[in-house]
């Protein structure tokens, strides 16, 4: 079994990062080959170009999706799109670790889906949803907030969290053939003590540790 936590924090001493070091180790005691894509550390480009391709359909129009049709086709990734396909076609649990900001993704992990999830290669055509390539594999969002949970609740201040992450479960993971896992959410981090920190990251180890006994959640189709 191969896991793929994907980290998107820019601080390597934070929570996040120490998030990502407690799944690793979980996971690793738990019988997984883990691989981890600390996008931050690894200065990942999130932004979509032609360097995304080492070959080239039209030379005078670019079209993300077509080019990402043709790569497919002839092998024309480049070398660190190609290192994040394989990472991720292989995986059998992905995390996505990482900050909620503005209610969504940070723009280095949108930047990753992005150039990442390429049209023939993850999806397209019928392969999408049920059928998608990730058909029969796992996927887990695990995230902080800015606020406390009270702000996260259907009557908060900041409205249903499980609203805000609709569309990155519904529209990216489940789009893919991932069957999604229930977030794990720290709320306010930064508002708890090292004790507090210290025992949310043996829940999440505990939490990881018995992983394959989860089944997904429903997201909803809407």
């Known amino acids: 079994m191969k896991a793929l936590i994907v980290l998107a924090h820019p601080e390597p001493n934070g929570f996040n990062a120490a998030m990502a070091d407690a799944a690793r180790r979980a996971l690793t005691l738990a019988g997984y080959e883990v691989v981890l894509s600390d996008l931050y550390r690894m200065g990942f480009e999130p932004r979509t170009t032609r ?10 129009y670019f079209k ?7 790569a497919s086709e002839v092998g024309g990734f480049a070398p ?7 990472k ?4 059998d649990l992905m995390i996505w670790q990482f900050p909620l900001w503005w209610f969504g993704l940070p723009a280095t992990l949108k930047g990753w889906v992005d150039r990442v999830f390429v049209m023939g290669r993850i999806y397209g055509g019928s392969r999408v949803y049920n059928n998608g390539a990730k058909k029969g594999a796992r996927a887990l969002l695990s995230l902080t907030t800015g606020g406390p949970r009270a ?11 499980a609203g805000i992450l609709k569309p990155i479960h ?4 489940q789009f893919i053939g991932f069957d999604v896992l229930a ?11 090292e004790q507090e920190r210290s ?24």
Request: glycine share 8%; charged share 25%.
């Open 51 to 60: 360097a995304n391709f080492t070959s080239m359909k039209d030379r005078n």
């Open 64 to 70: 993300p999706q077509t080019e990402e049709m043709y």
């Open 80 to 86: 660190d799109i190609e290192a994040e396909l394989v």
């Open 88 to 91: 991720l076609e292989t995986c």
């Open 151 to 161: 702000a996260y609740e259907k009557d908060g201040f900041n409205g249903d969290l």
């Open 170 to 173: 519904r529209g990216m993971l």
């Open 183 to 193: 977030p794990n959410v720290v709320f306010g981090p930064v508002r708890l003590s």
């Open 199 to 222: 025992a949310v990251i043996a829940n999440w180890d505990q939490r990881l540790r018995q992983i394959d006994t989860e089944g997904p959640i429903d997201v909803g189709l809407y």
